[in-house]
């Protein structure tokens, strides 16, 4: 058997802690009961998700599509859908290139941000000028 070596060991590592990133992508899916809520913030008034956390969307989506997958995703989980969610009020499911589900409102996919830590945090508006708070 072979040992592994220095650089082959730490492509291990790397992968394992992408991968555990990655499967942190994969959240709760979000009731319709939690969405329509929207809050005050030092940028106005915003979507909010669960537990009051600020939506974003990306300009790199087209309407009904994400186009955030992978690294992406990890930084900005997509506010996912069950399987059985129906739209409401502006709000529709659409599926996520993995085949999962993810909300949209008007269209544009809604992200979470791994930056925010409280309710009313909007530490990724404007982030590499792409990505914005979600406004109802």
């Known amino acids: 058997m072979q040992a592994l070596s220095v650089k082959s060991g730490r492509d ?3 992968a394992s802690v ?3 990133l990655l499967a942190g992508c ?3 899916s979000v009731a319709p009961t939690q969405l329509g809520q929207s809050r005050e ?3 106005g008034e915003v979507l909010v998700g669960p537990e009051g956390m600020t939506l974003y969307t990306y300009d790199e989506d087209t309407p009904g599509t994400s186009n955030c997958t992978g690294l992406c995703a990890a930084a900005w ?3 996912h859908a069950s399987s059985e969610a129906e739209g409401f009020d502006g709000f529709t499911p659409i599926t996520r290139p993995d085949g999962s589900r993810q909300w949209a409102y008007d ?5 979470l941000y791994v930056g925010d830590s409280k309710p009313a945090d909007v530490r990724g508006d404007g982030v590499d000028g792409v990505w914005h708070v979600a406004r109802p």
């Not at 269209?107 to 992200?111: A, I, K």
């Open 12 to 14: 291990v590592a790397f």
């Open 41 to 43: 913030t030092r940028v």
């Open 18 to 20: 992408v991968a555990l």
């Open 77 to 79: 989980p997509p506010l």
């Open 107 to 111: 269209g544009e996919p809604l992200y």
């Open 26 to 28: 994969a959240g709760p």
